[in-house]
């Protein structure tokens, strides 16, 4: 069981670029989420999904989009990067329903815009 | 979701217990307790979480007052992995959203 899987570990970005971080996980959760995380400071939700198909934003969405095409994958797209989105990238996904619905987090992508 | 406060960090002697205080005197009435760790830079991990009763797992024990204003996460024999930053989030069961502060960061000390 792989949990929750983020690709790559690291990046490096130029001003400008886009790229897309990738998230799956092998749960059948319905619930995930992406957050970043800026040095000395706790996770901040970007944008979310109740499910396929479904989407919506978090508390720092700005330059950021998302889709849900599958249960199994969410993807994090960042338009064009700038400096100000250096930072840890963390994906998170739990269940709807059930037990304590904590949620299981990958392992973090670190990303610097130059 | 109600707002929580924690100490910025603590030390604590390799063996001992470990004691991490949490208040959220807001908490609403349908709003559980959670508590996460996060080692490094890794992911968080989850570690508890809780309603009103005390609850204790093979990582941990929680404690919550009466009036759920406030909880104290318990580490029984501290071990030098246990260095982390432990998150306390209050939050309803079955959302999705979890809102982390900056936690404390617990520094056990050989």
């Known amino acids: 069981n792989a949990g929750v899987t983020q690709t790559p570990k690291f990046q490096v970005l130029k001003t400008g670029q886009s790229m897309t971080l990738q998230c799956a996980q092998d749960m059948n959760h319905e619930y995930m989420s992406w957050y970043r995380q800026d040095p000395g400071m706790g996770l901040r939700l970007i944008h979310y999904s109740v499910g396929a198909g479904i989407t919506d934003q978090g508390e720092v969405p700005n330059g950021y989009n998302v889709s849900r095409s599958t249960t199994e994958d969410f993807p994090l797209r960042l338009l064009s990067a700038a400096p100000s989105q250096t930072s840890v990238y963390f994906c998170?996904?739990?269940?709807?329903?059930?037990?304590?619905?904590?949620?299981?987090f990958g392992q973090g992508t670190r990303l610097t815009v130059v | 979701d109600a707002k929580t406060t924690q100490p910025p960090s603590m030390d604590c002697a390799e063996g001992r217990a470990a004691n991490l205080p949490c208040n959220h005197s807001?908490?609403?009435?349908?709003?559980?307790v959670y508590w996460y760790r996060q080692i490094h830079s890794q992911g968080p991990q989850y570690i508890i979480h809780?309603?009103?009763n005390n609850e204790t797992n093979e990582m941990a024990s929680l404690i919550i007052t009466e009036d759920r204003k406030s909880s104290t996460l318990i580490l029984p024999h501290a071990t030098l992995r246990d260095t982390a930053v432990y998150y306390c989030?209050?939050?309803?069961?079955?959302?999705?959203?979890?809102?982390f502060g900056t936690g404390t960061r617990l520094k056990v000390l050989a």
């Open positions: 998170a996904s739990s269940r709807a329903q059930g037990g304590p619905n904590e949620a299981f």
């Open positions: 989030i209050v939050r309803v069961v079955g959302t999705y959203k979890y809102i």
């Open positions: 809780g309603l009103k």
């Open positions: 807001t908490i609403s009435g349908n709003e559980y």
